[in-house]
């Protein structure tokens, strides 16, 4: 659903990682959403998922997901709609 991002970065130092995840839909099935938000420290190198949010969604759902990452002070935003409508995004 989301794009690929940008090629990661490999730190010599431990990073400083927050971040919020959040998925709504609405459709036929009745609409639901999802959020996960967290805090970590990775270690110089080290690479692994933070968070993992699953969500079903039949064909005429309309869905949209923003990722909010704070990354040593530093933030950035993605975000993803999908609306059958319209066409995927």
Same mark, same amino acid.
Request: hydrophobic letters at 35%; glycine letters at 8%.
């Given at each position: 659903?989301?794009?690929?991002?940008?090629?990661?970065?490999?730190?010599?130092?431990?990073?400083?990682?927050?971040?919020?995840?959040?998925?709504?839909?609405?459709?036929?099935?009745?609409?639901?959403?999802?959020?996960?938000?967290?805090?970590?420290?990775?270690?110089?190198?080290? %690479?692994?998922?933070? !968070? *993992? =949010?699953? +969500?079903? /969604?039949?064909?005429? %759902?309309?869905?949209? !997901? *923003? =990722?909010? +990452?704070? /990354?040593?002070?530093?933030?950035?935003?993605?975000?993803?709609?999908?609306?059958?409508?319209?066409?995927?995004?």
């Amino acid at each position: 659903m989301f794009a690929p991002l940008p090629h990661r970065q490999s730190f010599p130092t431990p990073v400083d990682v927050s971040f919020s995840l959040r998925i709504t839909k609405t459709g036929g099935t009745g609409s639901a959403s999802l959020t996960r938000a967290g805090e970590s420290r990775l270690a110089g190198g080290e %690479d692994r998922p933070l !968070a *993992t =949010l699953r +969500l079903s /969604v039949d064909s005429s %759902d309309i869905c949209n !997901a *923003t =990722l909010v +990452l704070h /990354v040593n002070g530093e933030q950035a935003e993605y975000s993803v709609d999908r609306n059958p409508d319209r066409g995927a995004n």
